[in-house]
């Protein structure tokens, strides 16, 4: 009784860890009532500089999201991340979408992670047939969204950004907002040697209680 106890505390626990380590967090960008993970709204680039803009991701302690540029072909003034209750865009002198990345604009945001991250799913907005959107160097069309109509992508395999590595996001046809990623965080290489303790404690445990 004292062994099966045992055994089923030690694999909670295992299976405790290894959901942590795998967990998945919806990362909302828009700003609607109550959202859904960290908002990013009203980023200039102006503050770019030494003093980057940088979030942080709730469900995963420690992890942020940082804005390293900001770009727009519309005019004199420089750009601003811009969010509303469905999307998040760029925001410029003579821009018609405030919450999208217009192609005729050039305009573009780039990013970086402090920690390594897996992207599963991208939500987005307006994707029309025909439109082209860049994530991270990843192409995507509207036909390759799910079911070409619900506005969101999945990874077939999960896409990985190192840690403190820009990438892009950018509508190269069209006019495309994105309200959210779905991320989860890789661990430290110190999770998985914890939970490698953990397992071998328990079968040594287990043998002693055993004999």
Do not use: W
């Not at 780039?110 to 959107?133: A, H, I, M, P």
């Not at 619900?150 to 190192?162: A, E, G, Q, V």
């Amino acid at each position: 009784m004292r062994v099966s106890k045992l055994h089923y505390a030690i694999s909670t626990l295992a299976i405790i860890v290894l959901q942590t380590v795998h967990s998945q967090t919806i990362m909302g960008l828009d700003n609607r009532a109550g959202g859904i993970g960290i908002l990013v709204d009203g980023i200039d680039v102006a503050d770019l500089g030494t003093a980057t803009a940088t979030v942080s991701v709730p469900t995963f302690t420690g992890l942020t999201l940082t804005v390293v540029g900001l770009n727009s072909d519309t005019g004199s003034s420089d750009p601003t991340l811009n969010s509303t209750a469905t999307s998040m865009g760029i925001n410029a002198t003579g821009d018609a979408d405030t919450d999208a990345y217009e192609a005729v604009f050039n305009q573009s945001v780039t990013f970086k992670f402090n920690q390594d991250v897996e992207v599963y799913q991208l939500d987005f907005t307006t994707f029309d047939s025909g439109e082209v959107f860049n994530f991270a160097g990843t192409t995507i069309t509207n036909s390759a969204l799910s079911n070409g109509t619900l506005d969101t992508f999945d990874f077939s395999t999960p896409l990985l950004i190192n840690a403190n590595t820009n990438f892009t996001l950018q509508a190269t046809a069209g006019t495309i907002g994105i309200e959210a990623f779905t991320i989860s965080a890789v661990p430290e290489p110190g999770t998985y040697a914890l939970l490698s303790g953990i397992c071998a404690l328990g079968f040594v445990m287990l043998r002693r209680r055993s004999q």
